[in-house]
């Protein structure tokens, strides 16, 4: 778990793209996270669960 840009992160730490930009800027997918800004309100939680991580 790493404290990212917006808020504490948790993943695979041999994943080679979404956990390296993670770990290297603490952020990924600007845009994802620009549309969650204008659903998402104050003191709620958002888990996004994936199956899919790199080998």
């Keep these: 778990m790493k404290q990212c840009r917006y808020g504490p992160m ?3 730490a041999n994943d080679l793209f979404i956990s390296r930009s ?11 996270m620009e549309l969650l800004r204008q659903i998402i309100r104050p003191g709620q939680v958002i888990l996004d669960i994936q199956s ?3 080998e």
């Design 52 to 54: 899919w991580h790199s």
């Design 22 to 32: 993670l770990d290297r800027y603490g952020e990924y997918s600007e845009g994802e």
């Design 10 to 12: 948790l993943y695979l």
